[in-house]
């Protein structure tokens, strides 16, 4: 079987669909299977000029909304890149990003095209402060899950808690399948180490959805009881300002480091105790199963796909989210009690391991797979000679 793994942009760094992707192709290529990537250059803006027709809504609606229309741009940019780049026929594709699903079961009907969705950008913006729930970008992004359910062959999402979160925009979402992210074992891996003092990192973008405003109160809470720590934050993103100043009125300005972009964190991850990251939503969380492997205790939020990773005080502990006083007495437990921690992180090491492994995503993407076995070469022969005409 010929295979495409279709994503948005290049798989760069580390987390979600750029930590696993990668590794699946290599996987699928040593058992055999031909899988090839295939992205939208970053530099890429503003050439596509053909539109893509919406069947399941009307998008006239949206008209003149300037996250609607860069969207729809990036769907012309996504059409003009895949017209110029991909000369040959596919098997199957396996989209990941809704732009690019779209776009292949547009210009390749007759190929089977899987989708996976791995995150909300509508929530994203609401969480960011760039939108509202019930806005018109807000409509409109959630209205691409009843295009993606009508268009696609088959849809896959990355947690039970986002199956449910897309129930209301399509008409089926029990027929939507369910298949956690997977980490190759290799990459993350525990090492051998001794803190004296308490090491904390986060690894995130720096934007408010991801919380770290909360993370900073927490500290500053933490250090007002005498507690030694160091907070390392990697990741950078537009409020990244913003958090070393308020780091600095806090009187944590000793106690963190602003490391910013870092394309391999995975390297330096397994030297801390204590991964923590409140989000406001998350459709998985990758960075905790990624965090956990590394044999890291865990601290999250009892939101989305973190919710289904950590069962509180078994692997990790959860704290509600928008809580700086439950996630300081998180904080406490771990920084405080050695053993505990240790018992969390293995705990966490433990269950990542068996259920977050490369291996099973190896193994429920092959029998999805196989769902649409490769037409025989003659039919194919056949079906090119049709199109081809006289």
């Keep these: 079987m010929d295979i495409l793994q279709a994503l948005f942009f290049p798989?760069?760094?580390?987390?979600g669909v750029s930590s696993m992707v990668p590794y699946i192709q290599e996987r699928f290529n040593k058992m055999g299977w031909s899988m090839e990537l295939f992205s939208l250059p970053k530099r890429l803006r503003g050439k596509g000029q053909e539109d893509y027709a919406f069947d399941t809504f009307d998008v006239s609606e949206f008209d003149g909304n300037p996250i609607a229309d860069k969207y729809r741009q990036t769907l012309r940019?996504?059409?003009?890149?895949?017209?110029?780049?991909?000369?040959?026929?596919?098997?199957?594709?396996?989209?990941?990003?809704?732009?690019?699903?779209?776009?292949?079961?547009?210009?390749?009907?007759?190929?089977?095209?899987?989708?996976?969705?791995?995150?909300s950008y509508e929530r994203e913006l609401i969480l960011n402060g760039i939108s509202a729930e019930g806005s018109a970008e807000h409509r409109f992004l959630t209205s691409i899950y009843g295009e993606l359910e009508a268009k696609v062959d088959k849809l896959l999402t990355v947690s039970?808690?986002?199956?449910?979160y897309m129930?209301?925009?399509?008409?089926?979402?029990?027929?939507i399948g369910v298949i956690p992210n997977g980490f190759d074992e290799?990459?993350?891996?525990?090492?051998?180490?001794?803190n004296e003092v308490p090491q904390l990192i986060t690894v995130c973008r720096l934007v408010p959805a991801k919380g770290l405003d909360v993370l900073l109160h927490a500290c500053a809470r933490l250090k007002r009881k005498g507690y030694p720590f160091v907070l390392h934050i990697i990741g950078d993103g537009p409020i990244r300002e913003e958090l070393e100043a308020l780091a600095s009125q806090l009187g944590l300005y000793d106690d963190i480091i602003f490391?910013?972009?870092?394309?391999?964190?995975?390297?330096?991850?397994?030297?801390?105790?204590?991964?923590?990251?409140?989000?406001?939503?998350e459709a998985f969380g990758s960075v905790f199963a990624e965090a956990a492997l590394c044999w890291l205790a865990l601290v999250g939020t009892n939101v989305g796909g973190i919710a289904e990773q950590i069962e509180d005080g078994v692997n990790g502990l959860l704290v509600p989210p928008d809580d700086p006083?439950?996630?300081?007495?998180?904080?406490?437990?771990?920084?405080?009690?050695?053993?505990?921690?240790?018992?969390?992180?293995?705990?966490?090491?433990?269950?990542?391991?068996?259920?977050?492994?490369?291996?099973?995503v190896l193994s429920q993407l092959k029998a999805v797979y196989s769902a649409y076995p490769a037409p025989s070469r003659e039919a194919q022969d056949q079906t090119d000679s049709e199109e081809e005409g006289p």
């Excluded at 798989?11 to 987390?15: I, L, N, S, V």
């Excluded at 039970?160 to 449910?164: L, N, P, W, Y």
């Excluded at 290799?186 to 001794?194: L, N, Y």
């Design 11 to 15: 798989p760069e760094q580390p987390g």
């Design 325 to 360: 006083e439950a996630l300081c007495l998180a904080l406490e437990k771990l920084v405080s009690d050695p053993s505990f921690r240790y018992n969390m992180a293995r705990a966490a090491w433990d269950k990542a391991k068996k259920a977050y492994s490369l291996q099973r």
């Design 160 to 164: 039970e808690s986002f199956r449910r």
């Design 259 to 281: 490391y910013g972009y870092m394309l391999h964190p995975e390297e330096f991850m397994p030297f801390f105790d204590i991964f923590v990251l409140p989000s406001r939503a």
């Design 167 to 175: 129930a209301p925009y399509v008409k089926d979402a029990a027929a």
């Design 186 to 194: 290799k990459r993350f891996k525990p090492v051998s180490h001794e």
């Design 77 to 119: 940019d996504y059409i003009w890149w895949t017209r110029m780049r991909i000369t040959k026929r596919y098997d199957l594709i396996h989209a990941h990003h809704p732009i690019a699903a779209l776009v292949m079961k547009r210009l390749f009907p007759d190929t089977p095209v899987i989708m996976t969705i791995h995150s």
